[in-house]
T-cell receptor, first 111, second 118 residues
Framework: TQLLKQSPQFLSIQEGENLTVYCNSS?????LQWYRQEPGEGPVLLVT?????EVKKLKRLTFQFGDARKDSSLHITAAQPGDTGLYLC???????????FGTGTRLTVIP | GAVVSQHPSRVICKSGTSVKIECRSL??????MFWYRQFPKQSLMLMAT?????????EQGVEKDKFLINHASLTLSTLTVTSAHPEDSSFYIC??????????????FGPGTRLTVL
């Protein structure tokens, strides 16, 4: 069962454009993490959001956790080719001993 | 930050043979490690949870006799794919959990192992 659905699944944009990736679920998560994965490598943690409504910024990346802790978004401002990769959200449920990964969003930023 | 290594990074084997993949936490002790599988252009799917000194917990649909997991120490977990077949070809990723308090844990991921079964 896929608890976390990401949209869009694929995104190809020009350098300098802005974009938003969504991570949605009908389940509540105690925390939610965003990762970026490059081909042939493991995922790298970008951020963890814990509080409903929380907003975190990491340079040009802005992460928001929904008020109900069921969804999250990642907004990238002025995308650069180095942002290219697979973006994964992952939720942590209280009592569960593992992360539930989203379906993934593959981003390509064209120079 | 915490570092997790995997060995080998790539392996090619013949159908019917067994392959062992190692996952090590290099600078911390990990009581819990996770094994994931990732098919091309797809997300990570949890295969099993490995706890040091006890039997692994497998997710539904994962054959425990085919994917043997041994977590013999606080820094090493191994995944053995037994009698591998072409459909087992995939990218296998491990992660290690730091700390003991679940609410403050962070999973650190290894670089992955690309398995190709001919």
């Amino acid at each position: 069962t896929q608890l976390l659905k990401q949209s869009p699944q694929f995104l190809s944009i020009q350098e300098g454009e802005n974009l938003t990736v969504y991570c949605n679920s009908s389940s509540v998560f105690s925390s939610l993490q965003w990762y970026r994965q490059e081909p042939g490598e493991g995922p790298v943690l970008l951020v963890t959001v814990v509080t409903g409504g929380e907003v975190k910024k990491l340079k040009r990346l802005t992460f928001q956790f929904g008020d109900a802790r069921k969804d999250s978004s990642l907004h990238i401002t002025a995308a650069q080719p180095g942002d290219t990769g697979l973006y994964l959200c992952a939720g942590d449920q209280t009592g569960a001993n593992n992360l539930f990964f989203g379906t993934g969003t593959r981003l390509t930023v064209i120079p | 930050g915490a570092v997790v290594s995997q060995h080998p990074s790539r392996v090619i084997c013949k159908s019917g043979t067994s392959v062992k993949i190692e996952c090590r936490s290099l600078d911390f002790q990990a009581t819990t490690m996770f094994w994931y599988r990732q098919f091309p252009k797809q997300s990570l799917m949890l295969m099993a949870t490995s706890n040091e000194g006890s039997k692994a917990t497998y997710e539904q649909g994962v054959e425990k006799d085919k994917f043997l997991i041994n977590h013999a120490s606080l820094t090493l977990s191994t995944l053995t794919v037994t009698s591998a077949h072409p459909e087992d070809s995939s990218f296998y990723i491990c992660s290690a959990l730091t700390g003991l308090a679940r609410s403050t844990d962070t999973q650190y991921f290894g670089p992955g192992t690309r398995l190709t079964v001919l």
